[in-house]
């Protein structure tokens, strides 16, 4: 006859090893991918930003723009209307168009204002990208703002 094996304190204990190196395993991967990935960093130094926000904010809100993004056929469009709906040009316009997650895709696409809208070229992946833009209007006043753009597959 086969002789029985017991379950004993020593097999319990090395299952109980074994569960939690997988656990500590699987979460120092993910803590690495996640700071491997995302810069995490807004600004250079958050106290001299604090100081003049107010300021920065109220002077962007004083000129009413709306802005939106779509993308679409390979081109992204991005639109900056004032409180009456029309079309705004911007005396100058910076834009990094990347994923919300990670600085791996982002690229600076060429926008150009064709009347109604800011257009670039750019093939974008199914997914949620940002477009970090920084534009000047035409009094000087800055405008910064974060731009979520859903593409759809």
């Known amino acids: 006859m086969a002789e029985e094996k017991k379950f004993t304190g020593r ?39 604090s100081q003049e926000f107010d300021l920065r904010r109220d002077a962007q809100q004083a000129l009413g723009w709306q802005v939106s993004a779509k993308a679409s056929d390979g081109q992204v ?3 900056i209307v004032d409180a009456t709906g029309t079309a705004v040009q911007v005396q100058d316009l910076e ?18 204002f064709d009347g109604q809208a800011y257009v670039a070229q750019a093939n974008l992946g199914e997914g949620n990208w940002n477009i970090r833009m920084n534009a000047v209007a035409k009094d ?12 759809e597959g």
């Open 95 to 112: 834009a990094v168009l990347g994923r919300a997650t990670h600085v791996k895709d982002d690229m600076t696409p060429e926008f150009a």
């Open 11 to 49: 097999h319990m204990a090395l299952i109980f090893g074994g569960a939690f190196s997988v656990i500590i395993s699987v979460n120092l991967v993910l803590a690495y991918s996640a700071v491997k990935t995302f810069p995490g960093l807004e600004v250079k130094n958050s106290y001299v930003a």
């Open 77 to 79: 469009v991005l639109k």
């Open 140 to 151: 000087g006043t800055a405008f910064v703002q974060r731009v979520i753009l859903r593409v």
